[in-house]
């Protein structure tokens, strides 16, 4: 009735070796992301999908995992396997203790 489910992952279960994918807008990043993310705001998500890795672990974060949900979602049926939805997202990240830097690298705040 509603769908697939989303395949999800909590903060504690993500791997250093893990792709982080941010796909909040530039702000959000700019203000605060996990160290070592990598940043593709959603919307530019189609004209640059070359840009995620399809032969590793992918986790999608975003604020509170909604736009995360729809990237996961889109992924997955363009041909990615092992892609997860961080849940409660950046929030849930910043509450685990898990560091967040700004764009200069200094201590940063979830947008």
Do not use: K
């Not at 189609?46 to 590793?56: C, F, K, N």
């Amino acid at each position: 009735m509603f769908g697939p489910r989303v395949p999800t992952v909590t903060v504690p279960e993500i791997a250093d070796d893990v792709y982080l994918l941010d796909v909040r807008e530039d702000d959000e990043w700019l203000a605060g992301h996990a160290p070592g993310a990598h940043h593709l705001p959603m919307m530019e998500l189609p004209t640059r999908l070359a840009e995620v890795p399809g032969d590793r672990e992918v986790a999608v974060i975003c604020r509170s995992g909604g736009r995360s949900a729809q990237v996961v979602t889109y992924l997955l049926r363009n041909g990615w396997e092992t892609v997860h939805n961080v849940e409660g997202g950046m929030g849930e990240w910043a509450a685990a203790g898990r560091p967040v830097v700004d764009g200069d690298g200094q201590p940063g705040r979830v947008l």
